[in-house]
């Protein structure tokens, strides 16, 4: 067993041990997307001492855990949201072929086995084309540079994030989210271009280009941790 896992019957997962230079407690996070149990220790601190600390919050631990809704695995009939609707995944009755989408259906072409993997790809390409879009349409608005490029990964700590040389990168599960949010998002990373820190010249910057930006903010807030729920993989 890794020296990096811990596995207790007493405890509903294996934990990740994840040792910080600069800790100088145990902290214990568990996911709500999918009930992992993570725990960071001091440097120094001894694995023996890690199953302690475990051993003394087992219940604790079983009640957070219990409490997460877990992963939802994507395959044909399932719903999950596109665009901010709810869609039912369809198998196509061809293997080849585009992915289609209507107001209550994503139809999938392929085998059922790759229903999942193609219809990743398909949403990348859609996030790619309209955050490439909106990004770029948001900092020709402000006077802005244009981005250096734009990446699109599954990131789970953010929704989209700005370099210093102008490089930006979104996560394509904002194409689960309604529009309006996705663009937000695009506006959000648009005016880091100009300020990169979340100042009072950044939020007028946001303000100008999405007066009404605070509810879509607050959606991902609610929501996001819902997004990362299915599983594509």
Not at 33 to 48: C, E, N, V, W
Not at 50 to 61: C, K, P, Q, S, V
Not at 86 to 105: A, K, Y
Not at 167 to 187: I, N, T
Request: charge should be positive; hydrophobic fraction near 40%.
């Amino acid at each position: 067993m890794p020296l990096n896992i811990v596995t207790l019957p007493e405890l509903p997962a294996p934990v990740t041990l994840a040792r910080r230079r600069g800790a100088r407690r145990f902290t214990l996070t568990i996911s709500k997307i999918d009930g992992s149990i993570r725990l960071t220790t001091p440097a120094g601190a001894s694995y023996a001492a890690a199953r302690a600390f475990l051993l003394e919050n087992t219940d604790w631990i079983a009640r957070t855990a219990a409490g997460a809704p877990g992963p939802i695995p994507v395959a044909a009939g399932v719903a999950m949201p596109v665009l901010g609707r709810d869609r039912q995944i369809v198998e196509g009755r061809s293997r080849r072929g585009p992915v289609e989408l209507t107001d209550e259906n994503v139809t999938v072409p392929g085998a059922p086995d790759q229903i999942a993997r193609k219809l990743k790809v398909w949403l990348r390409e859609e996030a790619r084309t309209r955050l490439t879009e909106a990004a770029h349409r948001h900092a020709a608005s402000l006077g802005a540079r244009r981005p250096a490029r734009i990446t699109i990964r599954d990131t789970t700590s953010r929704w989209g994030s700005c370099t210093a040389d102008g490089a930006l990168s979104f996560s394509w599960r904002l194409m689960m989210a309604p529009p309006e949010v996705l663009d937000y998002v695009a506006a959000h990373e648009a005016a880091h271009l100009l300020e990169m820190n979340h100042g009072r010249r950044f939020w007028a910057h946001v303000e100008r280009l999405d007066p009404d930006w605070r509810p879509k903010r607050d959606w991902l807030k609610t929501n996001g941790a819902n997004l990362h729920r299915y599983r594509l993989d």
